[in-house]
């Protein structure tokens, strides 16, 4: 008698979610970089999703940018006051700076 094969698709789902971050941080205000007209910082929301990096204030989001790979910020964006300001550093280690070269401010972003 032949034997039938029966042969059954076998399907393999794998789920990746992106990976996400999000945290809040002070800019706390680096007084030795600083001039001394420069006032105390205020704080953020921080995103990163996959290789979307977003900030926000009390006001609403600032910006949402693409970061490379290695997570490398070097952004200039306006505040919600309409100051011309720059985020510089890495969103995978936190490690991050925002200044105002205008008025010579600079203030390190502080995770909470």
């Not at 001394?36 to 990096?53: A, E, I, K, M, Q």
């Not at 790979?69 to 280690?93: C, M, P, R, W, Y």
Request: aromatic fraction near 8%; hydrophobic fraction near 40%.
């Amino acid at each position: 008698m032949p034997r039938l094969l029966l042969l059954v698709p076998f399907f393999l789902v794998i789920s990746v979610s992106a990976n996400a971050e999000s945290w809040k941080t002070d800019s706390v205000l680096n007084k030795e970089r600083s001039a001394g007209s420069c006032r105390p910082g205020g704080t953020y929301t921080l995103d990163l999703t996959g290789s979307v990096f977003t900030a926000t204030n009390a006001a609403g989001t600032m910006f949402s940018i693409t970061l490379p790979a290695d997570g490398a910020v070097k952004h200039a964006f306006k505040s919600s006051t309409g100051a011309s300001l720059e985020i510089v550093g890495n969103a995978k280690t936190r490690d991050l700076e925002i200044s105002n070269s205008a008025y010579g401010c600079r203030w390190k972003m502080v995770p909470k």
